[in-house]
């Protein structure tokens, strides 16, 4: 079974920063994408960013140019650099991962607990 363990979250100011980690944990063989989603209250779960091991990240159009995902793909983390907030990126921060646990390349998903993101203005 895997794990995965955010940190980093909190409270902030409009264009203020926070970063996020995010730490995968278990029988782990190779993980294909890791990325993060957010959700606010009423509302549904985005996707955030996303990157793989070879690939380009990608963001969603609205935090484009002022977040950034960074993988490691030794220590099996993901960070994610949040600059210039804003309040509607106010949020329950989640890590995600697809990840094989052998050789047999089948993968699953894995989610984190999630880490609260607020920013006030």
């Known amino acids: 079974q895997v794990q995965l363990v955010e940190s980093g979250g909190g409270l902030v100011q409009a264009g203020g920063s926070l970063r996020l980690s995010c730490s995968a944990s278990?029988?782990?063989?190779?993980?294909?994408?890791m990325g993060w989603y957010r959700q606010a209250p009423g509302k549904q779960r985005e996707l955030v960013a996303v990157?793989?091991?070879?690939?380009?990240?990608s963001y969603r159009d609205s935090v484009k140019g002022r977040f950034t995902i960074s993988r490691d793909n030794v220590k099996n983390t993901v960070d994610l650099q949040l600059n210039s907030l804003k309040p509607e990126d106010t949020a329950v921060y989640y890590c995600?991962?697809?990840?094989?646990?052998?050789?047999?390349?089948?993968?699953?998903?894995?989610w984190g607990q999630g880490t609260q993101v607020t920013v006030s203005s």
């Open positions: 990157t793989s091991s070879s690939g380009t990240p």
């Open positions: 995600h991962a697809l990840i094989s646990a052998s050789s047999l390349n089948v993968y699953n998903n894995y």
């Open positions: 278990g029988t782990i063989f190779s993980i294909k994408t």
